[in-house]
């Protein structure tokens, strides 16, 4: 059942169906019970009601209420009470009435669940109540709504069709009143919600109507000021007030005077905040300021993300006056001050020179978030929110409300995470590339001290070191006011401390390095600082399940450091830390007290990574573990460090032999060198001694593959010749040839090394005890050794047997670079036959293998070898070889590979007649063959030659017959065929005869 006294008295049943009440006089008694649901109503006060000043006897009275009981529809109830009547309605009713109504969830939400609500002026006033209480909290959304849901209940004027009494009268005219203060609260909800321009009409006529109604006046001032018509809101209050002066003899309240005088007071515009104008040049950061600048035309809230110091507020400021010169209003708001995000509105309305309390009315008033949106709804404006991380729920929840009710609204949000807000568009703002660090380093070095540019290089040395963040290098280059460059170069271990002297205007936690790293590490809860510091071990960076296995970090902790700039993803499923944050984790890690077990469990992670990726290597799925063993260089590194300061010479052993393979592959060994030779230094000799006499099931042929690793540089040279023979010993236990060592590739290069030695027996017996061994490639690699004893001889058949047998062997092992090596060989006994087309061939199918494994340095010498192809023919294309070349073995740090390149274009200069260039390019590449590489011998004749052409050019005979004597001496043990040999060696046929004359 349902009752309605909004309007004419009705009544339904539960099936939609009306109740016939019947004529006035019932319908007159309905409406009377039913203003105060279960209240008693005397018999007197209703015979008056009926019938104003007539003459209606209880008796009748009583008639027409058993009339109407006849009628009632089932669960209301009209009883006999004192010396009156009431009306009692069942609990059902209600809910049956507020579903019918669509009101019974409102309702009963607010613990309503009794029979009166089946009368509308009651769930009329209900939900009145609801609605201005969810307006008093805020939620002005809700309370538009349900504000509607109770005015939708009227249908017409209350009580309608009463008999004209003055009971009935107040009656009607108190739900009026109630009517009017729900519209009055439905506006201001709208208002609130940032609809001005929707709710003026209405305002205008209820002013019209009720002129002396001062909150809709107040209303409807708010809502034109919204609107930009200051002047219309200026004449509604000077009616209000001529008004109640005329009708009432009053003045306007102090609420209403109040708000005329913000309304006066905002005569003129506020000005928002504008962009922090440049002290310096913009650098770097050209192209995406445009593209932030573009991507803002379509998106309404774009995050710039990024590590601290990367340079996010001066890219956001760019584009923030970028747009200011284009037109736009842009408002400047810099969040960093705030210790609550409760006052990020607060500091908004200050950037928009917005009063706090402005147009409102006192008892009602407006929360800093009302007052941003009643300013902003139909606003064109870009808002610039600077350094929303440590405040960054509450700056998403402003960003999320203000873009959600001001439609022409844009924001751009800086911070160390996204904000996380559905419509964001996150810009991850990276480091500067190379170029644009070094020109940055530059710029604001010459703005603290005049004289010669640094060196480019040693900038570009120190830019790398400080991750090219802008923020790192201007603080450094401003230390050229007290320090010498190289000093200061000298100085970059102690990253953190760097202070920018002069920065005295900075905020303070942009004066050091240190205060930068520290403002994001305090905003990480206490599992993302222990996560965190953990991480500091992984100076290659970490894929996920490093992560977790090392520092205990589960996948949202990750994921959450990377939100929040402590991590970034670096493809591959990796992530790293920027070394300025590292440096700062790895002091906590020192502090913490768990360095050394954290260290612990990093070294033994990273042998069973390199230990997992070796047994691939040497097989087809090499270009897959590849990458994954070069990914953890870094790693290594680290993990070699803190062994060998802790004297843990075991875990440096086995570190550096499970990556030797990878290395040699990739021509990168000369990294791993430094490290190989201290620790050789520090474990002694006679450590050699005992590895090369202990079961092969020692250390043994680990200490043999540091040995080789040292001998990759001249530096390492003095501790190659002091333990090569004890290293050798090693060897020999280890692949005794019934049986196989652990690490394939150090025999091959072992004998590689030694064949190359005055006496290279011990190598070749090496070589021969492999021919039988069980593993595959190691009977391969035996193979492509033994070739380089007949060549000596001047057996090319035999050779070439053996070279394609290497080939083959390698070649169903899915080795490319062992089948790589091998068509070298094959290349070159083309050469030395004068089939010099099928010679490129051979090597550039040897180039294509290792080019898709990246190695670098057998690339190189591979380069050079088909530049001695080409440059009879084609100096030209000789030139480019060897140019290529030299770029690779620099690249790679291959000393060997360099010199071979140099001594290609040493021949070219010959060639060309600069003899200078030729004499300079041809000594230093002397300087850096190896003379115990066997595939360096060539390279080592050739520029001895070359050296002794320049020499008899230039008319220097006795300096030519040195130099031609030196290169004889070189070949003199390679075997009695030295014609032959020489040509092997590319050498022309000039110098050739030269050498065999000198020889």
């Keep these: 059942m349902r009752f309605g006294i909004l309007g004419e008295t009705r009544a339904w049943h539960d099936d939609g169906t009306e109740v ?442 120190i830019c790398a070191a400080l991750d090219r963040l802008p923020l790192a290098i201007e603080l450094v280059a401003a230390r050229l006011r007290t320090l010498e460059f190289a000093e200061l170069a000298g100085r970059l271990d102690d990253l953190l401390a760097v202070t920018a002297c002069g920065s005295r205007g900075a905020d303070a936690r942009h004066r050091t390095l240190r205060s930068v790293v520290a403002w994001s590490w305090e905003l990480l809860s206490e599992d993302e600082q222990r996560a965190a510091r953990r991480f500091a071990v992984f100076a290659g960076g970490a894929t996920a399940r490093s992560a977790r296995e090392v520092c205990g970090m589960d996948g949202d902790t990750l994921e959450s450091l990377v939100d929040k700039s402590i991590l970034e993803a670096v493809g591959g499923g990796r992530h790293r830390m920027l070394e300025t944050v590292r440096a ?152 005794p040839g019934d049986r196989a060592g652990r690490y394939p590739a150090a025999l091959l290069l072992w004998m590689m090394r030694n064949a190359g030695e005055a006496d290279p027996g011990a190598a070749f017996t090496l070589v021969a005890a492999q021919h039988t061994c069980p593993d595959p490639w190691g009977r391969a690699a035996a193979a492509y050794v033994s070739g380089y004893g007949p060549l000596s001889d001047g057996d090319t058949e035999r050779a070439a047997h053996d070279f394609r047998t290497a080939a083959d062997g390698f070649g169903a092992l899915g080795d490319r670079w062992g089948s790589a090596l091998a068509l070298d060989a094959l290349a070159g006994l083309a050469g030395a036959r004068g089939d010099r087309a099928e010679a490129v061939a051979l090597t550039d199918r040897a180039l294509a293998l290792t080019g898709e494994l990246g190695a670098l340095e057998d690339s190189a010498d591979l380069l050079v070898n088909r530049g001695d192809q080409r440059v009879g023919r084609d100096p030209g294309l000789a030139r480019a070889d060897y140019t290529e070349a030299a770029a690779l073995a620099r690249a790679g740090g291959s000393s060997a590979g360099l010199g071979a390149a140099l001594r290609g274009l040493g021949d070219i200069a010959l060639l060309d007649g600069d003899l200078d260039e030729a004499r300079r390019l041809f000594t230093e590449a002397l300087e850096r063959i190896d003379p115990h590489w066997v595939k360096s011998l060539g390279n080592r004749v050739c520029a001895l030659a070359g050296l002794g052409r320049v020499a008899e050019a230039r008319g220097d005979h006795a300096a030519a017959r040195d130099h031609y004597r030196q290169a004889a001496a070189s070949v003199s043990g390679l075997g009695p065929r030295l014609p032959d040999t020489l040509r092997l060696m590319g050498l022309q046929e000039a110098a050739a005869e030269a050498v065999m004359r000198a020889g």
Aim: glycine residues 10%; proline residues 5%; charged residues 25%.
């Design 20 to 461: 016939p009440l019947g004529g006035p006089a019932r319908r007159a008694l309905l409406a009377l019970l039913l203003v105060r649901p279960g209240a008693v109503v005397s018999a007197e006060r209703l015979a008056e009601e009926i019938e104003p000043g007539g003459t209606v006897s209880a008796h009748a009275v009583q008639s027409q209420v058993s009339r109407l009981r006849a009628v009632l529809p089932a669960g209301a109830t009209i009883e006999r009470g004192g010396a009156g009547y009431r009306i009692l309605l069942e609990a059902g009713a209600a809910r049956d009435a507020g579903d019918a109504e669509g009101g019974g969830e409102a309702v009963g939400g607010r613990g309503a669940g009794d029979g009166e609500l089946a009368v509308d002026a009651v769930r009329f006033e209900r939900l009145a109540d609801e609605g201005r209480a969810a307006l008093r909290d805020g939620d002005t959304v809700r309370a538009a709504s349900v504000l509607r849901q109770a005015l939708g209940l009227w249908r017409g004027t209350a009580l309608a069709g009463l008999p004209d009494s003055e009971s009935a009268r107040l009656a009607a005219a108190r739900l009026e009143e109630l009517r009017l203060a729900a519209v009055a609260d439905r506006i201001e909800a709208e208002l609130r919600s940032g609809e001005p321009r929707a709710v003026v009409p209405e305002l205008r006529e209820l002013v019209g109507a009720h002129p002396l109604s001062e909150r809709l006046a107040a209303l409807l001032i708010r809502a034109l000021f919204a609107q930009g018509c200051q002047a219309e809101a200026l004449v509604v209050y000077e009616e209000t007030r001529r008004h109640l002066a005329d009708e009432l003899g009053a003045d306007p309240s102090i609420e209403l005077s109040a708000l005329h005088r913000e309304l006066l007071n905002a005569g003129t515009a506020p000005t928002p905040a504008a962009p922090p104008s440049p002290l310096t040049s913009f650098v770097g950061r050209g192209t995406e300021t445009s593209e932030v600048a573009t991507l803002l035309r379509t998106a309404r809230l774009v995050c710039l993300t990024g590590p601290g110091g990367v340079g996010k507020t001066r890219l956001s400021a760019e584009v923030a006056r970028g747009a200011a010169a284009a037109g736009d209003d842009v408002c400047f708001v810099e969040l960093a001050a705030l210790r609550d995000g409760s006052d990020a509105a607060r500091m908004l309305l200050s950037a928009l020179g917005l009063r706090e309390n402005g147009l409102q009315m006192a008892g009602e008033p407006q929360t800093p978030l009302d007052r941003l949106i009643t300013a902003l709804s139909d606003r064109p404006l870009l808002i610039v929110l600077d350094n929303c991380e440590h405040v960054v729920d509450e700056a998403a929840a402003l960003a999320a409300r203000l873009l959600t009710a001001c439609p022409r609204l844009r924001i751009l949000a800086t911070s160390r995470e996204p904000l996380g807000v559905i419509g964001e568009h996150v810009w991850q703002v990276r480091p500067l590339d190379e170029d644009a660090a070094v020109r940055l380093f530059e710029d604001r070095a010459r703005a603290v001290r005049r004289g010669p540019a640094p060196d480019p290089g040693a900038v570009r040395r």
């Design 584 to 735: 700062y984790a790895a002091e906590r890690l020192h502090e913490s007290g768990e360095e050394k077990r954290i260290g612990r469990l990093h070294a033994a992670h990273v042998l069973d990574l390199l230990g997992n990726a070796g047994q691939h290597l040497l097989r087809a799925s090499q270009l897959e573990w590849l990458p994954r063993a070069a990914a953890e260089d870094g790693n290594l590194a680290a993990a070699l460090r803190r062994a060998l300061g802790a004297h843990d010479h075991g875990t440096a052993l086995r570190l550096l032999a499970s990556a030797a393979t990878s290395l040699w592959i990739r021509g990168v060994s000369a990294t791993a060198a430094a490290h190989a030779a201290a620790l050789l230094e520090a474990v002694g000799e006679e450590f050699g001694e005992r590895a090369a006499d202990a079961s092969p099931d020692a250390w043994g042929e680990e200490y043999a593959v540091c040995v080789l690793l040292a001998a990759a540089t001249s530096a390492g040279q003095p501790a190659w010749r002091r333990h090569r023979a004890a290293a050798q010993r090693a060897l020999e236990v280890a692949w």
